[in-house]
């Protein structure tokens, strides 16, 4: 049985503009971000054109990724905000999501987001994974060689519902958000596709990253469409 009655959550938000000029509220939207109550983490996300991270850019669609103290505080920033407010107003298409954080491993910035009280007990429903990693510059190359192999491996997943590459920073902050029918699911992808497996393994033989996270999450209360539909529905 599936436990999210702690308070802290998390939230993604996936917005699609009909013009690369809404790259300008990536810098508007920051000061707005940081005086909002109860956000305790939060990261504004430039979208790859991939499934995983990628070096193509799709400069219409950013994705914001949000820690918050509890659920009123995202209820209240989804209600009053100027960001959500705009995203009501000019997106094209749009979609979000809750998140109740199962675990994680790592730290994004010096940190780990996700306080140990938050973490909840699993289901057998759905989860999302968020990936992140920055890049050591030396092994730019051969992070993006590997890159078109895992898009691949993405792709023919059974379990995989939905996935996309963001990314803080142009080529060495990068990070993958995805869905997946249910754990077993991303265990067979994470564990049990050997390709998958020797990329893992390079990436800790040749120390590709300089720090990196790893959060699963109990998905819940989706809305809007993700190129065209709710992969949650």
């Known amino acids: 049985m599936t436990d999210i009655t702690s308070t802290s959550m998390a939230s993604f938000h996936l917005i699609r503009y009909d013009s690369a000029d809404a790259m300008r509220h990536m810098a508007f939207d920051r000061p707005l971000l940081r005086r909002t109550g109860g956000l305790t983490f939060w990261r504004l996300l430039g979208t790859g054109r991939g499934r995983s991270m990628s070096l193509g850019a799709d400069l219409r669609r950013w994705a914001l990724f949000a820690v918050w103290r509890e659920e009123a505080d995202l209820e209240a920033f989804l209600r009053d905000s100027p960001i959500a407010e705009r995203w009501?107003?000019?997106?094209?298409e749009r979609w979000q999501v809750r998140l109740a954080p199962l675990g994680s491993r790592g730290t994004w910035g010096g940190r780990d987001p996700f306080p140990p009280d938050v973490v909840r007990q699993g289901g057998s429903g759905p989860?999302?994974?968020l990936t992140r990693a920055s890049i050591r510059a030396r092994r730019l190359a051969a992070?993006?060689?590997?890159v078109p192999r895992v898009d691949r491996l993405l792709a023919r997943q059974d379990g995989c519902l939905a996935s996309v590459g963001v990314g803080e920073w142009p080529l060495a902050r990068q990070a993958t958000f995805s869905?997946?029918?249910?754990?077993?699911?991303?265990?067979?992808?994470?564990?049990?596709?050997?390709?998958?497996?020797?990329v893992v393994a390079r990436v800790r033989a040749d120390d590709w990253y300089s720090e990196e996270l790893?959060?699963?999450?109990?998905?819940?209360?989706?809305?809007?469409?993700?190129?065209g539909s709710d992969p949650l529905a």
């Open 88 to 92: 009501r107003a000019e997106a094209v």
């Open 127 to 129: 989860v999302a994974v």
């Open 143 to 146: 992070f993006y060689r590997s």
């Open 179 to 198: 869905l997946w029918r249910d754990a077993a699911a991303m265990r067979r992808f994470a564990y049990g596709d050997d390709e998958h497996l020797r």
């Open 214 to 227: 790893f959060a699963r999450f109990i998905p819940y209360g989706s809305e809007g469409t993700w190129n």
